[in-house]
């Protein structure tokens, strides 16, 4: 059945290109009342029925308005049965911040700033093996994916960032885990491990070494030039 109410605000407020701060502000330029947990994800899939959107951080971007509503049977309960790996609640799978995906005492520590489930279904993704192979398989061969820790909404990027940096550190000191984030820094470190030699004019010399050494690349230089 339509919501006529709701059509008409999406025709009204909405337009491609316009980009809506929160969640909040949503729920306000729609006149809706604000949702938590299952209510908000059924309320989001509504929402489908009348025009698509992107997130960015808590960003809404709107991507698209039918000129006709398309309305069909809202689902929620299924989708989540094929993730037995997930385990972050209806209510906050939507929120942003730092997760862990561990298999046996191997760790792997993140944050997103989109939201847990996406994240969990990229890390999950068959297009994840090319990026991220080490994450593919632990989620794959029954690695669980959870929250760490869980940003207030509203919360920059770069102080999640930070955070993310903040516990892969902690979890380092315990020494009871294999943290997998220093294993894949190490391997990409490896595929460029065949550029070993570099040739400088002289006049550029001087000004090649002081970038090397601000990006912190190992110097060695050739015993002709010691």
Not at 127 to 150: S, V
Request: glycine share 6%; proline share 1%; net charge positive.
């Amino acid at each position: 059945m339509q919501d006529n109410k709701l059509y008409e605000m999406v025709k009204n407020k909405l337009y491609v290109g316009l980009i809506i701060k929160n969640y909040k502000l949503m729920c306000q330029l729609l006149n809706e009342k604000e949702k938590n947990g299952k209510g908000r994800n059924y309320q989001f899939k509504k929402w489908q029925q009348y025009f698509e959107w992107e997130k960015q951080g808590y960003k809404f971007v709107i991507t698209e308005i039918y000129e006709e509503p398309i309305l069909k049977p809202i689902k929620l309960s299924a989708n989540r049965k094929e993730f037995k790996q997930f385990k972050v609640s209806l209510e906050n799978e939507q929120k942003t911040g730092v997760y862990s995906i561990t298999l046996n005492n191997d760790i792997y520590i993140g944050s997103t700033t989109n939201s847990f489930r996406m994240r969990f279904k990229q890390h999950r993704g068959k297009e994840n093996q090319k990026q991220l192979l080490h994450t593919y398989n632990m989620i794959n061969n029954g690695g669980t994916f959870q929250i760490i820790w869980i940003a207030e909404e509203g919360t920059e990027e770069a102080i999640i960032r930070q955070k993310e940096k903040e516990y892969i550190q902690y979890y380092k000191t315990l020494g009871d885990w294999n943290i997998i984030n220093f294993k894949y820094m190490s391997n990409k470190i490896k595929l460029v491990s065949k550029y070993k030699y570099i040739k400088v004019g002289k006049k550029d010399y001087n000004t090649a070494i002081q970038l090397l050494q601000e990006n912190g690349i190992h110097i060695k230089l050739n015993k002709e030039d010691n």
